[in-house]
C-alpha cells in the first residue's frame, strides 16, 4: 500500500461497503434505433445528420446497439460487478414529438433495462435529460421557448409514473451547462445556434425544468426515490493578478448559474451584471426561483480535468483553451474579456489536462459551499487512443487516471466531504458528441464494424475495485 502519494497514485484505500461503484452512459452515444419503434427525431439526429458538424462525420443511428443488445449490455454489467448504472432516457422514445401521445415501445423498452439491473442487483440510476431534446420542441424555439420546461414536466410526469416504483435515483438534468452554451451560444452541440441571449434564457428555463420536474416526479414515484441533479461544475483555477476576477466571472456562468437557483432560490447578482449587455433577464418570472429552488438529496457531480482563467490583457496573443472545440460562437456569453489559459500536461486525447488534485480542490469546494447536501460522482474517466493487441485493450493511462481520480475521491472523503458514490464515464465506447467515434472513454471496447464488446484492462481493474472496494495495484 502506498498512500499520501503526492501524485495521487495510491492503492489499497479501503472505500466503505455503502460507497457506491458503477459506470454511467447516456441514451444517444450509445443507443443507436434512431428511428425504430416509435422514436421521434431529437435534435441529435439533426445536428449529426448534417454534414460537417460531427468530426468524423458519424451520428448514433447505431452507435453501440445498445437499444437491441440490452440483455448482452446488462450481462456485462452483472460480469463487472457493477452496483449501480446511470443511464438517460431519451425523451423522443417517452413522447416522440415531445408533447402529447406516449409510445408504450418506449416505456417498455425502459422498463426492461430498470428489471434487469434489479434482477442483476444493480440500482438504476435514471437521468431524464442528457440533451437530447425532442426535435419538434426545438422547431418551437427548444430552451429558448419556456413552454420546453412545462413539456419536460409532462415528461417527467409520465416516466415517473412508469417507473418511479423501481428507479433508486431520480436525476432531472445532464451538466445543463452543455446543453444551454454549448448548445446556444458556442454551437458546437444541438441544436448549433450562436446566440448568447439564446444561450442565457436557456439556461433560465434548463433551471426551470428541473424544478418542475422534481414537484412532478415527488407527486407519483411510490418507492422512496433520491432526487438529484448533475453538473459539470467547472474547477477553476485563477491565473495571475487578474485570475480572481477571471475566476467569478467564469465562475457565474458555468456553476453559480445552476447551483444559485437550484439550491439557493436566487441567481447571482454578478451574474446579471456581467450579461447585463446581452439580456435583461426579464424571462424570470415572479414564482420562478420557487418553482427551481427543490429540496433535492444528492448533487451529482462530473469531473473531468480543471479550467485555468485570467483577464486577457489586450496585447498577447490571446489563448482559448476551454477545452472545447473550436467555435463559431463564444460558450462564455459577456465574459469576452476572460482567457482561458494553456495547463500543464499529461493530457487525456481529449486535450484536457489530467489534475486529480483539482477534483479533491472541486469537492472540498462544493462541500464548503453546500456542507448539508451529499454529493456523488456521476461521471469521471478518461479518453485515450485504445489499440487492440493479442484480442484485448492494455489501456495502462486510462487505469492510471482512473486510480489518481479515486484517490483524489478517497481523500475528499477522509477530510470529511460527503461523497456516496463514483460512477466512471463510461461504460462502452461511444458516440462523443461532435467529435463521434474518434474519442473512446469506455472501460469496455466497442467495436463499431462488429458492436463486438471487450472489456479492456481497466475494465478488469475496474471490476476488481468493485468487488473488494479496495482501489487495486
Ligand atoms: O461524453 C460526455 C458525456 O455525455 C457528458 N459529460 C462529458 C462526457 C465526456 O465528454
Given at each position: 500500500?502506498?498512500?499520501?502519494?503526492?501524485?495521487?497514485?495510491?492503492?489499497?484505500?479501503?472505500?466503505?461497503?455503502?460507497?457506491?461503484?458503477?459506470?454511467?452512459?447516456?441514451?444517444?452515444?450509445?443507443?443507436?434505433?434512431?428511428?425504430?419503434?416509435?422514436?421521434?427525431?431529437?435534435?441529435?439526429?439533426?445536428?449529426?445528420?448534417?454534414?460537417?458538424?460531427?468530426?468524423?462525420?458519424?451520428?448514433?443511428?447505431?452507435?453501440?446497439?445498445?437499444?437491441?443488445r440490452l440483455e448482452q449490455d446488462l450481462d456485462l454489467m452483472k460480469e463487472l460487478g457493477l452496483e449501480a448504472y446511470r443511464f438517460s432516457i431519451s425523451w423522443s422514445r417517452i413522447i416522440p414529438t415531445g408533447s402529447g401521445d406516449v409510445n408504450p415501445a418506449g416505456i417498455d423498452f425502459y422498463s426492461s433495462l430498470v428489471d434487469g439491473l434489479i434482477a442483476r442487483g444493480i440500482l438504476p440510476i435514471a437521468?431524464?435529460?442528457?440533451?437530447?431534446?425532442?426535435?419538434?420542441?426545438?422547431?418551437?424555439?427548444?430552451?429558448?421557448?419556456?413552454?420546453?420546461?412545462?413539456?419536460?414536466?409532462?415528461?417527467?410526469?409520465?416516466?415517473?409514473?412508469?417507473?418511479?416504483?423501481?428507479?433508486?435515483?431520480?436525476?432531472?438534468?445532464?451538466?445543463?451547462?452543455?446543453?444551454?452554451?454549448?448548445?446556444?451560444?458556442?454551437?458546437?452541440?444541438?441544436?448549433?445556434?450562436?446566440?448568447?441571449?439564446?444561450?442565457?434564457?436557456?439556461?433560465?428555463?434548463?433551471?426551470?425544468?428541473?424544478?418542475?420536474?422534481?414537484?412532478?416526479?415527488?407527486?407519483?414515484?411510490?418507492?422512496?426515490?433520491?432526487?438529484?441533479?448533475?453538473?459539470?461544475?467547472?474547477?477553476?483555477?485563477?491565473?495571475?493578478?487578474?485570475?480572481?476576477?477571471?475566476?467569478?466571472?467564469?465562475?457565474?456562468?458555468?456553476?453559480?448559474?445552476?447551483?444559485?437557483?437550484?439550491?439557493?432560490?436566487?441567481?447571482?447578482?454578478?451574474?446579471?451584471?456581467?450579461?447585463?449587455?446581452?439580456?435583461?433577464?426579464?424571462?424570470?418570472?415572479?414564482?420562478?426561483?420557487?418553482?427551481?429552488?427543490?429540496?433535492?438529496?444528492?448533487?451529482?457531480?462530473?469531473?473531468?480535468?480543471?479550467?485555468?482563467?485570467?483577464?486577457?490583457?489586450?496585447?498577447?496573443?490571446?489563448?482559448?483553451?476551454?477545452?472545447?472545440?473550436?467555435?463559431?460562437?463564444?460558450?462564455?456569453?459577456?465574459?469576452?474579456?476572460?482567457?482561458?489559459?494553456?495547463?500543464?500536461?499529461?493530457?487525456?486525447?481529449?486535450?484536457?489536462?489530467?489534475?486529480?488534485?483539482?477534483?479533491?480542490?472541486?469537492?472540498?469546494?462544493?462541500?464548503?459551499?453546500?456542507?448539508?447536501?451529499?454529493?456523488?460522482?456521476?461521471?469521471?474517466?478518461?479518453?485515450?487512443?485504445?489499440?487492440?493487441?493479442?484480442?484485448?485493450?492494455?489501456?495502462?493511462?486510462?487505469?492510471?487516471?482512473?486510480?489518481?481520480?479515486?484517490?483524489?475521491?478517497?481523500?475528499?472523503?477522509?477530510?470529511?466531504?460527503?461523497?456516496?458514490?463514483?460512477?466512471?464515464?463510461?461504460?462502452?465506447?461511444?458516440?462523443?458528441?461532435?467529435?463521434?467515434?474518434?474519442?473512446?472513454?469506455?472501460?469496455?471496447?466497442?467495436?463499431?464494424?462488429?458492436?463486438?464488446?471487450?472489456?479492456?484492462?481497466?475494465?478488469?481493474?475496474?471490476?476488481?475495485?468493485?468487488?473488494?472496494?479496495?482501489?487495486?495495484?
Amino acid at each position: 500500500m502506498s498512500v499520501g502519494n503526492e501524485d495521487y497514485r495510491d492503492s489499497g484505500l479501503i472505500f466503505p461497503k455503502d460507497f457506491v461503484i458503477g459506470s454511467a452512459t447516456a441514451s444517444y452515444q450509445i443507443e443507436g434505433a434512431w428511428d425504430e419503434d416509435g422514436r421521434g427525431p431529437s435534435i441529435w439526429d439533426t445536428f449529426s445528420h448534417t454534414p460537417g458538424l460531427i468530426t468524423d462525420g458519424s451520428n448514433g443511428d447505431v452507435a453501440d446497439d445498445h437499444y437491441h443488445r440490452l440483455e448482452q449490455d446488462l450481462d456485462l454489467m452483472k460480469e463487472l460487478g457493477l452496483e449501480a448504472y446511470r443511464f438517460s432516457i431519451s425523451w423522443s422514445r417517452i413522447i416522440p414529438t415531445g408533447s402529447g401521445d406516449v409510445n408504450p415501445a418506449g416505456i417498455d423498452f425502459y422498463s426492461s433495462l430498470v428489471d434487469g439491473l434489479i434482477a442483476r442487483g444493480i440500482l438504476p440510476i435514471a437521468t431524464l435529460y442528457h440533451w437530447d431534446l425532442p426535435q419538434p420542441l426545438e422547431d418551437a424555439g427548444g430552451w429558448v421557448n419556456r413552454e420546453t420546461a412545462y413539456r419536460f414536466e409532462e415528461y417527467a410526469r409520465v416516466i415517473g409514473e412508469a417507473l418511479g416504483d423501481r428507479v433508486h435515483t431520480w436525476t432531472t438534468l445532464n451538466e445543463p451547462w452543455c446543453a444551454a452554451y454549448l448548445g446556444y451560444a458556442a454551437g458546437v452541440h444541438a441544436p448549433g445556434r450562436t446566440n448568447n441571449a439564446d444561450a442565457l434564457t436557456a439556461v433560465h428555463h434548463l433551471n426551470v425544468a428541473h424544478g418542475l420536474a422534481i414537484s412532478a416526479l415527488k407527486t407519483v414515484v411510490t418507492n422512496d426515490p433520491k432526487f438529484s441533479v448533475t453538473l459539470n461544475v467547472h474547477a477553476l483555477r485563477g491565473v495571475g493578478e487578474t485570475g480572481p476576477e477571471a475566476v467569478r466571472q467564469i465562475d457565474a456562468l458555468a456553476n453559480r448559474a445552476f447551483t444559485g437557483p437550484m439550491l439557493r432560490g436566487e441567481y447571482p447578482r454578478d451574474l446579471f451584471d456581467d450579461t447585463a449587455a446581452i439580456t435583461d433577464w426579464s424571462f424570470v418570472k415572479e414564482g420562478d426561483l420557487e418553482i427551481i429552488h427543490q429540496p433535492i438529496d444528492i448533487l451529482g457531480v462530473n469531473y473531468y480535468s480543471t479550467t485555468a482563467v485570467r483577464i486577457w490583457d489586450g496585447v498577447s496573443a490571446r489563448q482559448g483553451a476551454d477545452g472545447h472545440k473550436p467555435a463559431a460562437g463564444t460558450a462564455w456569453p459577456g465574459a469576452d474579456r476572460v482567457e482561458f489559459v494553456s495547463q500543464e500536461g499529461p493530457y487525456t486525447d481529449m486535450g484536457w489536462n489530467i489534475a486529480p488534485g483539482g477534483f479533491e480542490q472541486l469537492l472540498w469546494d462544493v462541500h464548503t459551499e453546500f456542507p448539508e447536501l451529499p454529493l456523488m460522482i456521476t461521471e469521471n474517466g478518461a479518453a485515450f487512443p485504445d489499440a487492440v493487441t493479442d484480442g484485448t485493450v492494455h489501456d495502462p493511462e486510462r487505469i492510471d487516471y482512473l486510480r489518481r481520480h479515486l484517490t483524489a475521491v478517497h481523500r475528499a472523503r477522509a477530510r470529511g466531504v460527503d461523497l456516496r458514490g463514483y460512477l466512471v464515464w463510461s461504460l462502452l465506447d461511444n458516440f462523443e458528441w461532435a467529435y463521434g467515434f474518434s474519442k473512446r472513454f469506455g472501460i469496455v471496447r466497442v467495436d463499431y464494424e462488429t458492436l463486438e464488446r471487450t472489456v479492456k484492462d481497466s475494465g478488469r481493474w475496474y471490476a476488481e475495485l468493485v468487488r473488494t472496494h479496495v482501489l487495486p495495484e
